[in-house]
Structure formats: structure tokens, C-alpha cells
């Protein structure tokens, strides 16, 4: 039942403060003096290398004490625990995240934890993590566990497109597959409580279409953008939609079946090589064959996501032999009882997600016969 508890306050909810622009790092000093002077950095090996380092120490010349924390890689309860007692040695009284969104989670959740405040600095625009008062938890194996709810949203989000210009053009392209759910699942449960418990507002719908709207007119060109490691108009509108308008988006709009099938095929030990939003943009179109999205609506999501290189097909998605029982153990895990699935106000049963997941991939290899469309050479 998408509103059972009778919800009939509007809500709408943010980051205090959201800087976007190229060498935006530099200013990182500036930007959070406020927090205070002693934090802990979390952040990968990888990402330490290309960013950490430095902005360590512009820190430090800024009079910062800043502990670097190396993240293990999954945003996992062990993890979060790990490094919240660090923080909590350390006298911390913010949280740094520099890196993506398993980091971010990460980050947010250990703030939550140690009751600090915590500034995101996403190195890529693949998710809408940046933005939001919640985190995704795996198990230290991979597999979807749970969400995790906060009490307030990230203070800042500083995003430097030059450094996010600089990753590969995968993580972007992963970033419009999570932004491109956001109309898509949003526009199907606004009768339904958002993540901060209250009924979408007016301002959540229009975010949700100008980011489904920028997406469309600027992705391909923001993708050979990045490709070309060069800061663009068109990069700094998608890295916008992916980062903020998405982040706004899905957590005062609402989720629905394109991330609770995504949850779902966390199962299958195939696709822990994918990013989020490519095991999304398959959900999308598992959620417009819910929707009963006429064939044209469908072709026009389709098209898009296959310019920007994401899978719409088991085989694009690495399993083209996949199994009957995995799927139906994806479509089982999708229709959990605490799942976004049923914010949707249609009938769901795992036989139907299922056969929703089948029709999916079957869609859009049509599609791809119909169009004459070509996977691209390495």
C-alpha cells in the first residue's frame, strides 16, 4: 500500500550548501572552516593518489588537522564501525568523503555514527549518493542489506568537475543511469511517502523533470566530454543533474521498481563487477514494462541509455546465460517486504517482477534489431 500510515504533510529536504565548478578543490579550505578544524578523510588507495594528497595539503596549509582513513571498498555495518571508532580517537569533528559512492555511504554513516557533520567531495557523478540523508548498506559480500536513515543531510557537497572530467567516462555514464530512474520511478509514487516520511512536494516533481530533461539534451555530448577528459557546459549540466538534481530528486521524489530490481540483482555474483547505475538503467526499463509504457516511450529511454553505453539487455550486462532461478531470485528479493517496489499503486508479486524482468530484456533487444544499433568496439 503506497501511503498506509495516511501521510499528509509535504516534505522536502537537502544539503545545506551544494559548490560545483572546475578546481572547485582548491577552495575546499574556504568552503569548510565552518565544520571546524580537525576531520578524518576517508578515502580509497586510487582516489588518495589523484586527490587525497592534495587536498590534504591544502588542508593542512589552511591550518586543518586532517587523519586520512583508507575505505575498504564496501559499504558494509564492519566498515562503518572500523572507521567510526578512528574518528572517534581522533576527536573529529567532521567527516571528509573523497571518492564515490560506496565511500560516500560510508562517510555519512560514520558521521551519523560519532554525531559529527560530514562533507562530501565526490571524485565521479556516478550516483546521486552526494546529496542525501541515507545510505545504502551492503554485506561485506556485495549483497544489498538494507538502507540506512539519517536525521539530516550532508552539510556540504563541494563536486570539482575537473577532477570528475578526469575518471573514466563509465562513472558518468553510470551516474545517468541512477539520474535517469529519478522521473522515471518519482513520477509513479507521489502518493507515496518520500525518505524523509512526507509526501512529495511541487519543487521535487520539477527537479525530478529538469534532471530527466538535461539528461536527454546534453548526455551524449557530456559523455565524449568526459571521454575527452575537457570540463564542458554540457558536463557541468549532467554532472549537476546526476549529483544534485538526481540527489534531490530521489530522496523527496521517491523510489520505486528500477532500484529495488537493482537491490535485487545484487544477488547474482556476475554483476558485483557493474557499477549502481548500470544494474539501474536496467531497471528502468524493468519499471516502463510495469509502467505498460507504450513502445515509442519505451524505444526513446532505450536509445538513450544505449548512446551512452549502458545495458539494456542480460547480455549487455555480462549474463547473457543467465539462469531462470537467479531471475527469480533477483524478482524475490525486488518484492522484500521493506523494498521500493511497493510504493508503486499497481499489483506486484515476485511472479510479476519476474516476468517484468524477462520482458525487459526482450524489449530492448527488439529494439536493438529494429534500430540496427551496434555494440561499439574497444
Given at each position: 500500500?503506497?501511503?498506509?500510515?495516511?501521510?499528509?504533510?509535504?516534505?522536502?529536504?537537502?544539503?545545506?550548501?551544494?559548490?560545483?565548478?572546475?578546481?572547485?578543490?582548491?577552495?575546499?579550505?574556504?568552503?569548510?572552516?565552518?565544520?571546524?578544524?580537525?576531520?578524518?578523510?576517508?578515502?580509497?588507495?586510487?582516489?588518495?593518489?589523484?586527490?587525497?594528497?592534495?587536498?590534504?595539503?591544502?588542508?593542512?596549509?589552511?591550518?586543518?588537522?586532517?587523519?586520512?582513513?583508507?575505505?575498504?571498498?564496501?559499504?558494509?555495518?564492519?566498515?562503518?564501525?572500523?572507521?567510526?571508532?578512528?574518528?572517534?580517537?581522533?576527536?573529529?569533528?567532521?567527516?571528509?568523503?573523497?571518492?564515490?559512492?560506496?565511500?560516500?555511504?560510508?562517510?555519512?554513516?560514520?558521521?551519523?555514527?560519532?554525531?559529527?557533520?560530514?562533507?562530501?567531495?565526490?571524485?565521479?557523478?556516478?550516483?546521486?549518493?552526494?546529496?542525501?540523508?541515507?545510505?545504502?548498506?551492503?554485506?561485506?559480500?556485495?549483497?544489498?542489506?538494507?538502507?540506512?536513515?539519517?536525521?539530516?543531510?550532508?552539510?556540504?557537497?563541494?563536486?570539482?568537475?575537473?577532477?570528475?572530467?578526469?575518471?573514466?567516462?563509465?562513472?558518468?555514464?553510470?551516474?545517468?543511469?541512477?539520474?535517469?530512474?529519478?522521473?522515471?520511478?518519482?513520477?509513479?509514487?507521489?502518493?507515496?511517502?518520500?525518505?524523509?516520511?512526507?509526501?512529495?512536494?511541487?519543487?521535487?516533481?520539477?527537479?525530478?523533470?529538469?534532471?530527466?530533461?538535461?539528461?536527454?539534451?546534453?548526455?551524449?555530448?557530456?559523455?565524449?566530454?568526459?571521454?575527452?577528459?575537457?570540463?564542458?557546459?554540457?558536463?557541468?549540466?549532467?554532472?549537476?543533474?546526476?549529483?544534485?538534481?538526481?540527489?534531490?530528486?530521489?530522496?523527496?521524489?521517491?523510489?520505486?521498481?528500477?532500484?529495488?530490481?537493482?537491490?535485487?540483482?545484487?544477488?547474482?555474483?556476475?554483476?558485483?563487477?557493474?557499477?549502481h547505475g548500470e544494474k539501474v538503467a536496467f531497471g528502468i526499463?524493468?519499471?516502463?514494462?510495469?509502467?505498460?509504457?507504450?513502445?515509442?516511450?519505451?524505444?526513446?529511454?532505450?536509445?538513450?541509455?544505449?548512446?551512452?553505453?549502458?545495458?539494456?539487455?542480460?547480455?549487455?550486462?555480462?549474463?547473457?546465460?543467465?539462469?531462470?532461478?537467479?531471475?527469480?531470485?533477483?524478482?524475490?528479493?525486488?518484492?522484500?517486504?521493506?523494498?521500493?517496489?511497493?510504493?508503486?499503486?499497481?499489483?506486484?508479486?515476485?511472479?510479476?517482477?519476474?516476468?517484468?524482468?524477462?520482458?525487459?530484456?526482450?524489449a530492448s533487444r527488439d529494439y536493438i534489431r529494429r534500430s540496427?544499433?551496434?555494440?561499439?568496439?574497444?
Amino acid at each position: 500500500m503506497p501511503n498506509k500510515n495516511n501521510v499528509t504533510e509535504s516534505l522536502f529536504q537537502s544539503p545545506s550548501k551544494y559548490i560545483q565548478g572546475p578546481n572547485a578543490i582548491k577552495n575546499a579550505g574556504k568552503y569548510l572552516a565552518p565544520l571546524g578544524k580537525k576531520a578524518i578523510l576517508i578515502s580509497d588507495d586510487l582516489v588518495h593518489k589523484l586527490a587525497g594528497v592534495s587536498l590534504i595539503e591544502a588542508l593542512v596549509a589552511s591550518d586543518f588537522d586532517v587523519q586520512r582513513v583508507a575505505f575498504n571498498g564496501e559499504a558494509s555495518a564492519q566498515e562503518i564501525a572500523r572507521i567510526g571508532a578512528i574518528g572517534q580517537q581522533h576527536g573529529s569533528q567532521f567527516v571528509i568523503a573523497l571518492g564515490g559512492g560506496k565511500t560516500i555511504d560510508t562517510a555519512k554513516a560514520v558521521a551519523d555514527r560519532i554525531g559529527v557533520d560530514v562533507a562530501v567531495l565526490p571524485t565521479t557523478a556516478s550516483t546521486d549518493a552526494p546529496c542525501s540523508a541515507l545510505s545504502v548498506i551492503y554485506t561485506p559480500n556485495g549483497e544489498f542489506e538494507r538502507y540506512s536513515f539519517f536525521n539530516k543531510n550532508p552539510t556540504i557537497v563541494l563536486v570539482d568537475t575537473t577532477t570528475v572530467a578526469k575518471a573514466p567516462a563509465r562513472f558518468l555514464a553510470s551516474g545517468m543511469g541512477d539520474a535517469l530512474a529519478t522521473n522515471v520511478e518519482a513520477r509513479r509514487v507521489g502518493s507515496s511517502p518520500n525518505f524523509g516520511g512526507g509526501l512529495p512536494t511541487q519543487v521535487s516533481s520539477a527537479i525530478c523533470a529538469k534532471c530527466e530533461e538535461i539528461l536527454f539534451t546534453y548526455g551524449a555530448q557530456a559523455y565524449e566530454a568526459c571521454k575527452a577528459n575537457v570540463v564542458t557546459p554540457a558536463l557541468e549540466a549532467v554532472v549537476e543533474a546526476n549529483t544534485l538534481h538526481s540527489g534531490l530528486g530521489f530522496e523527496s521524489g521517491g523510489l520505486a521498481a528500477a532500484h529495488a530490481i537493482h537491490d535485487g540483482m545484487t544477488a547474482i555474483h556476475e554483476l558485483h563487477n557493474l557499477l549502481h547505475g548500470e544494474k539501474v538503467a536496467f531497471g528502468i526499463v524493468c519499471q516502463l514494462i510495469l509502467d505498460k509504457a507504450p513502445t515509442a516511450e519505451l524505444d526513446r529511454y532505450i536509445a538513450f541509455m544505449l548512446s551512452v553505453d549502458l545495458p539494456v539487455t542480460f547480455e549487455l550486462l555480462g549474463i547473457p546465460n543467465v539462469k531462470e532461478k537467479e531471475l527469480r531470485q533477483v524478482a524475490a528479493l525486488a518484492c522484500a517486504p521493506e523494498e521500493t517496489i511497493w510504493t508503486l499503486d499497481i499489483v506486484i508479486s515476485p511472479e510479476i517482477v519476474y516476468n517484468a524482468i524477462v520482458g525487459a530484456d526482450a524489449a530492448s533487444r527488439d529494439y536493438i534489431r529494429r534500430s540496427g544499433w551496434k555494440k561499439p568496439t574497444a
